[in-house]
């Protein structure tokens, strides 16, 4: 499940004529990131101690091209003035859904799943 405003439109069948472009949070308009295999869950003691590994890190080697803006550097999000309270909750709830998913997916690989 993603977070997108556009997603979230078309599961509840809502349109929100008024939105902004903003710098993208995931990548802070880089237009890349780490590639969430290689630090998802943070950097071992033996990766930190690679100086190898740490020089390709820090040189932005393992980067692929941000998963939320697709590289563009800006998403857009919703003029929230704009928006009724209905649909402002009912985001809310979604967002409160989409992360409760995330959290759960996140303990299952702990778990080894």
Known sequence: ?????????????VTIKKTKYVVCPRCKGNGSHTNPSIDGNGLSD???????????YMAGNYDVTCHRCNGL????????????????????E?????????????AERRWGA
């Open 46 to 56: 033996e990766y930190l101690a690679d100086i190898d590994f740490m020089e390709d």
């Open 73 to 92: 550097r800006v998403v857009k999000e919703v003029d929230w003035h704009h928006v009724n309270k209905e649909t402002r909750k009912l985001y809310d």
């Open 1 to 13: 499940m993603g977070t997108s405003i556009e997603e979230f439109c078309r599961i509840y069948d």
């Open 94 to 106: 979604y967002l409160e859904e989409a992360a409760n998913y995330e959290a759960e997916c996140a």
